[in-house]
């Protein structure tokens, strides 16, 4: 059995769809390199350069504590990483820096709608870095404070917990006449009011 022939209209059928695919790419190349992002799905692999962190002859880190405190005085510590179980590193790590670190300075909470705005490129892409964008508004705030506080509970059954704070150290490790050393900063505190009401 013959194969039918394929006529003129639909050469150029094919021939005009590929035109528009290899477009869009073309246009989503041009929206990466203005703006530094792209929409999902992207043509760019990230790089998975890493953020690196050998300074001064050592590897610099942040580490994080948890102190969990109900009526003035600290009931338990616990790592970071038990806090965020049960998901499993590296993710506690990407979530320590963006949602559980000191406030910059002079940030008020909670976070103004008014600062979601941004310029052209959440325009153009009103999803991009959503989360991280909307980390201190009072909607998100609350969602934390709720999971924080069921967290809490589980971490310490037989206390009211109506504080978390997180503790950030500035960890230093160096190769010292070849022992290894490991050298810790404070490096700020973020407090979290579980008891009803806003987030802190």
């Known amino acids: 059995m013959n194969d039918p022939e394929v006529g ?8 005009a769809l590929f035109g528009v695919v290899v477009l869009g790419l ?12 792209e ?18 002859a050592g590897v610099k880190s942040s580490t994080y504590d948890v102190d969990l405190i109900a009526d003035g005085e600290v009931v338990r ?23 559980f670190s000191p406030l910059p300075e002079g940030r008020t909470l909670p976070q103004p709608e008014s600062e979601l705005i941004g310029g052209l490129r959440y325009r153009l892409l009103p999803g991009l870095r959503v989360g991280i964008r909307r980390r201190w508004t009072a909607g998100n705030l609350e969602s934390l404070r709720r999971w924080l506080t069921g967290r809490a509970e589980e971490l310490a059954p037989r206390r009211a917990v109506d ?38």
């Open 39 to 56: 929409p999902y799905p992207g043509i760019f692999m990230p790089s998975f350069h890493g953020t690196g962190g050998y300074t001064d």
């Open 163 to 200: 504080w978390v704070e997180i503790r950030r150290s500035e960890l230093t490790i160096r190769l010292v006449d070849g022992e290894i050393r490991r050298d810790s900063e404070p490096g700020g505190v973020r407090a979290f009011d579980l008891r009803p009401g806003d987030a802190r």
């Open 26 to 37: 073309i246009a989503q190349g041009a929206v990466y390199f203005a703006l530094g992002e």
């Open 77 to 99: 510590t616990v790592p970071f990483e038990e806090l965020m179980r049960p998901i499993h590193a590296p993710v506690p790590g990407m979530f320590a820096g963006p949602f």
């Open 8 to 15: 003129p209209r639909e050469r150029r059928a094919v021939r």
